[in-house]
């Protein structure tokens, strides 16, 4: 069981809009760590796509957005493309842990 | 630009021991808290420890405290896992990563726990 909280599975339309959820605890996102968001296609290393809430890296599409709020952070695709399909994992940090990471269960996005 | 590469896995029989290595390039390795995380064939992410820049401290996830070791040589730039008493829910990638304000990943090694 994941320390933080994602939905098994979204999916969506071609240009269509989805969101991901990241719920944690007052011990990790509530405590004001920050949650950084990787995207992971198969048989690959997890990529970052989200770092800080809501930075993205150089090369990752303004179509991927991140937020956070309270003991949750959300990561927003627009625009969806056939090759957003992959599985999307939140990380934060719990200080129950001593700071180190956590993670959310990951997320499979299915482009219909 | 950032270069981490994973080595050291294959398949190794249950209660026995494995080292992997991490060898890091393109920063200051010394200033950088580092972690192993692993995934499990199928399944999500899991965090395995953290060292600090220095190496003096070091945690552990409960499902290998005990078994495996973290380790660091700054003049070398690499990262270490020692994994003993190792069990078949052990088999999974295992990835290094470099703690920050934009975490870098290495491509993983996989290690395969099998009699």
């Known amino acids: 069981q994941s320390v933080l909280t994602q939905p098994p599975s979204v999916s969506g339309a071609p240009g269509q809009r989805v969101t991901i959820s990241c719920t944690g605890i007052s011990s990790n996102i509530g405590t004001g760590y920050d949650v950084n968001w990787y995207q992971q296609l198969p048989g690959t290393a997890p990529k970052l796509l989200i770092y800080n809430n809501s930075n993205r890296p150089s090369g990752v599409p303004d179509r991927f957005s991140g937020s956070k709020s309270g003991t949750s952070a959300s990561l927003a695709i627009t625009g969806l493309q056939a090759e957003d399909e992959a599985d999307y994992y939140c990380?934060?940090?719990?200080?129950?842990?001593?700071?180190?990471?956590?993670f959310g269960g990951g997320t499979k996005l299915t482009v219909l | 630009q950032v270069h981490l590469v994973e080595s050291g896995g294959g398949v190794v029989q249950p209660g026995r021991s494995l080292r992997l290595s991490c060898a890091a390039s393109?920063?200051?390795?010394?200033?950088?808290?580092m972690h192993w995380v692993r995934q499990a064939p199928g399944k999500g992410l899991e965090w395995v420890a953290r060292i600090w820049y220095g190496g003096s401290d070091k945690y552990y996830a409960d499902s290998v405290k005990g078994r495996f070791t973290i380790s660091r040589d700054n003049s070398k730039n690499t990262l270490y896992l020692q994994m003993n008493s190792l069990r078949a829910e052990d088999t999974a990638v295992y990835y290094c990563?470099?703690?920050?304000?934009?975490?870098?990943w290495g491509q993983g090694t996989l290690v395969t726990v099998s009699s």
């Open positions: 393109g920063f200051t390795f010394s200033r950088y808290d």
């Open positions: 990563a470099r703690e920050g304000r934009v975490p870098d």
């Open positions: 990380q934060s940090y719990d200080y129950r842990l001593s700071g180190s990471w956590v």
